[in-house]
């Protein structure tokens, strides 16, 4: 049997030990295992790195600790757009959905596009639509309220800017959650996602949905979950480059995604980091920013839970 492994991220950034108490980094570590374990276990009943990614995305989606899903952080009008995708490194296949709203889980939403549309990606009112032909249940705006996140919005709410999770002046936190796997098979996937900045407006969308920017797998190159400044990764095309290096220069795993992280994308202004697997199961998980919630476990007996550099 080949090594089959997988990857989780709950974002990225100013991640300082001592900044937590310990009781907040034991919440975050547990819920990093929970989903963890979800999606390893996926994996060692032989299902599709697809299913292994969507279980994962789903729990990290639940968790009010990070930005997607539950935890969204609140939008300049007072409400949520979430943005998710997903794809299939073995066919190409792939779903994204931006600015949505009321989904519990904007991960399967994804799959949806990817497996039951012709298309790759919907936005918006016709996202939702879409949705409501599959019978999506629509969650009341209570469900995505948390304090925290409404606090954080309040500070901003009538200035210009905008805010990546968590982010003050000097400290900035990106809470954006991704998966990548490699099962049984020898396949890879990706998934991620996110609510996106804190009173973003005009329909913002960022890397996170964006197949090539902040997600993408192929089984020839890697699968790869991104989480930072989302104008800078759309314009690095973090994901895709990462595959790139590995096709055309031959780059490993761990070499083209720290040539991407720590230096292209950080040459052009970019903070963030990113989870990566190849079809070996080998794992790298870069980053530039102080810390980004992470974990890994693989078939050959690693795990990983790690928040600090
Ligand atoms: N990349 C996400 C975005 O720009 C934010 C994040 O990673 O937290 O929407």
Redesign the pocket.
Same mark, same amino acid.
């Given at each position: 049997m080949k090594t089959f492994s997988i990857a989780i991220h709950g %974002?990225? &950034?100013t991640l300082v030990k001592g900044m937590m108490t310990s009781e907040l980094e034991a919440q975050y570590k547990s819920a990093l295992k929970l989903a963890l374990d979800a999606g390893y276990k996926v994996l060692e009943n032989g299902k599709t790195a697809v299913e292994a990614v969507e279980e994962s995305v789903r729990l990290l989606e639940d968790s009010p600790l990070f930005?997607a899903g539950k935890g969204s952080v609140f939008t300049a009008t007072e409400s949520h757009e979430m !943005?998710a995708s997903i794809m299939d490194g073995r066919t190409l296949n792939a779903g994204g959905v931006s600015l949505i709203t009321g989904i519990k889980n904007p991960v399967t939403l994804a799959r949806d596009v990817m497996e039951k549309s012709e298309h790759v990606f919907l936005a918006g009112e016709g996202a939702m639509e879409f949705a409501k032909e599959l019978d999506y249940k629509l969650e009341d705006p209570s469900y995505f309220y948390d304090e925290f996140r409404h606090k954080q919005w309040l500070e901003i709410k009538d200035t210009d800017s905008f805010q990546? !999770?968590h982010s003050t002046k000097k400290d900035s936190? @990106? &809470?954006?959650v991704g998966a990548v796997a490699c099962d049984q098979d020898g396949n890879i996937a990706a998934a991620t996602s996110? &609510? %996106?900045?804190t009173n973003k407006k005009w329909g913002?969308? %960022? !890397?996170?949905p964006m197949i090539g920017a902040?997600n993408y797998a192929n089984n020839k190159t890697c699968a790869i979950s991104?989480? &930072?400044?989302?104008?800078f @990764?759309i314009r690095g095309v973090v994901a895709y480059d990462v595959a790139c290096l590995m096709e055309h220069k031959e780059m490993s795993l761990n070499e083209a995604s720290e040539e991407v992280i720590n230096k292209r994308i950080l040459e052009i202004g970019g903070d %963030?980091g990113l989870i990566a697997v190849d079809t070996q199961g080998h794992i790298a998980m870069p980053f530039n920013t102080e810390g980004m919630y992470r974990a890994s476990k693989s078939s050959g007996g690693k795990e990983e839970i790690s928040i600090y550099k």
């Open positions: %974002g990225a &950034g930005n !943005d990546l !999770d936190k @990106f &809470g954006t996110t &609510g %996106g900045m913002r969308v %960022g !890397d996170s902040g991104c989480t &930072g400044s989302g104008e @990764f %963030g």
